[in-house]
């Protein structure tokens, strides 16, 4: 029987009007991957910042036992020096530090005088950077790397401080499928190496794959711990909906009428190397009614044909027509693009989509002002009405339309840029990654949302890297690569074989 590093007995964490943990236990054997996996919201990140001392003994309930010995972690500090290591979801990385710089912050190489010994410094991060398969040169600036490489120096700068037992929370979760490989290859080659590994996901392939043991936390509370040999994602989908998802997408019957939005010719030059198209003569059309998917890989050009259409330009040069009900409209910003009925949900919903310091309300209304105006001044009222409205129709889980928007997961984020866009009352409906980041559940809800916006006789257009989900929601699909449209089929005809080989199509040289 494996020994146990790590026992938390009986954690509850509670927030003002919110138990966000309930009476929960949970174990580690040592050397093992044990996956936490639950709805976003369940509890998952709440539970390893008490491990972590984020949130500090006295603020919780319970007892923490790790190493044999009962453990009162204060702070990051406390847990960092019995080799306890959390790597957030947001990273922490200081963008104009070099890579070394980042690696040993607070955990400084020191040479005589107290002085950093520079080449201490690079030498050593080096040596980690090696470790962890990173060819990047210590000196380079943080900003310069991809995510992809700033989660593997996040990883190096773990063990420079010993690491023992590492959390990593959703570490796949603005990762490529290529970047997202490597780091879980990475993960359990630590494990060879004698580290205990933590790791909070929602993507169940990711769980399958290295995952030696599987916890399931649903609303606070302990569900069940699955070994390995026992693990199915009907099992775990089960467990943390508290019911069967036998179809993953809600039952659609398409209700499509006339033409809504008709692209001609849209072509778009990247916004810093003009010489570059990304964007290119590309026609597409959706009806009223209508779920329309793009398929396409990374760099296909998906987002920047969004983008542009909706006013995006940002110097780039574009050219093209669209129609809207015949009518040729313009869309060369975005008040343009809304004025005329279109609405894009962005992929990146914390950069663009939100102000994640603001509340709810002001996040629902802000495309929306002049609906809302009462002479020069913005309504107050009828904006609370009109959020809690939303709040309510759309299932957003917060006690009331002032709590800042940060402070929701991931699919109530996301049902509140949908919100935000569905009160613009758009004719057509941009969707650009609308379940990423969000567990089984939300996509659920999220899926029921975009059917019932297309019963309403919207035009949607759906971009996802999923190809699953393309195929189990739209009811017609482009599939787009090197910025071209290289075919289009209606679902019916939408296996994933031939969508992909449409999808890896190279353009004529």
């Known amino acids: 029987m494996s020994e146990t590093i790590l026992?938390?007995?009986?954690?509850?964490?509670?927030?003002?009007?919110?138990?966000?943990?309930?009476?929960?236990?949970?174990s580690v054997a040592r050397g093992e991957i044990h996956a936490i996996c639950g709805e976003n919201g369940a509890g998952k990140s709440t539970l390893m910042k008490v491990l972590s001392g984020v949130y500090p003994h006295g603020t919780y309930d319970g007892e923490i036992h790790y190493a044999g010995d009962v453990v009162e972690f204060k702070n990051l500090r406390d847990s960092e020096a019995r080799g306890i290591v959390i790597i957030h979801q947001e990273l922490a990385l200081s963008p104009h530090l070099s890579i070394a710089e980042n690696i040993f912050l607070n955990n400084e190489r020191k040479g005589a005088g107290g002085l950093i010994d520079w080449n201490q410094t690079n030498f050593e991060a080096g040596k980690l950077l090696k470790r962890v398969g990173l060819r990047e040169n210590p000196t380079t600036k943080a900003k310069q790397i991809g995510v992809g490489k700033q989660q593997l120096v996040e990883i190096a700068k773990a063990l420079s401080k010993e690491v023992k037992l590492l959390i990593?929370?959703?570490?796949?979760a603005a990762l490529n499928d290529e970047d997202s490989d490597h780091l879980l290859d990475l993960i359990l080659s630590l494990r060879?190496?004698?580290?205990?590994?933590?790791?909070?996901s929602h993507k169940l392939n990711e769980i399958k794959k290295v995952a030696d043991t599987v916890t399931v936390i649903r609303d606070g509370k302990t569900i069940e711990t699955i070994a390995k040999a026992d693990v199915t994602e009907d099992r775990i989908i089960k467990d943390m909906v508290g019911r069967d998802l036998e179809h993953r997408y809600p039952d659609h019957e398409p209700q499509i009428g006339e033409e809504l939005l008709r692209v001609e010719d849209w072509t778009a030059h990247h916004p810093q190397d003009p010489s570059r198209v990304v964007v290119d003569n590309v026609s597409l059309n959706v009806?009223?009614?209508?779920?329309?998917?793009?398929?396409?890989?990374?760099?296909?050009?998906?987002?920047?044909?969004?983008?542009?259409?909706?006013?995006?330009?940002?110097g780039s040069r574009i050219s093209g027509k669209v129609f809207l009900r015949g009518r040729e409209i313009k869309t060369r910003t975005v008040a343009e693009a809304i004025d005329n009925?279109?609405?894009?949900?962005?992929?990146?919903?914390?950069?663009?989509?939100?102000?994640?310091?603001?509340d709810i309300k002001r996040n629902i209304s802000m495309a929306s002002l002049k609906k809302l105006e009462k002479g020069v001044l913005v309504d107050d009222n009828e904006e609370f009405k009109v959020a809690n409205e939303y709040r309510k129709s759309m299932n957003i889980k917060a006690p009331n339309v002032l709590v800042p928007t940060g402070k929701l997961s991931g699919g109530n984020q996301q049902k509140v840029v949908l919100s935000k866009w569905i009160y613009s009352d758009p004719e057509v409906l941009i969707l650009d990654e609308p379940t990423r980041g969000i567990d089984v559940g939300a996509k659920y809800e999220i899926y029921t949302i975009i059917n019932k916006l297309a019963a309403a006789g919207k035009g949607i257009i759906v971009i996802s890297s999923e190809l699953p989900e393309l195929l189990g929601i739209s009811d017609r699909v482009y599939a787009l690569s090197e910025g071209r449209i290289t075919g289009e089929m209606p679902i019916g005809e939408a296996t994933p074989e031939n969508v992909l080989k449409l999808m890896t199509m190279e353009k004529p040289r």
Request: aromatic share 8%; proline share 2%; no cysteine.
């Open 341 to 358: 009925g279109l609405a894009y949900a962005t992929e990146d919903r914390k950069t663009y989509g939100l102000n994640l310091i603001e």
């Open 192 to 200: 060879e190496q004698g580290i205990t590994s933590i790791i909070i």
């Open 287 to 314: 009806r009223a009614g209508e779920i329309v998917g793009i398929a396409g890989l990374m760099g296909a050009g998906r987002t920047e044909f969004a983008m542009s259409l909706f006013g995006h330009s940002y």
């Open 168 to 172: 990593l929370d959703e570490p796949t």
């Open 7 to 26: 026992e938390m007995r009986g954690i509850t964490k509670t927030f003002p009007g919110v138990k966000a943990l309930s009476n929960v236990n949970f």
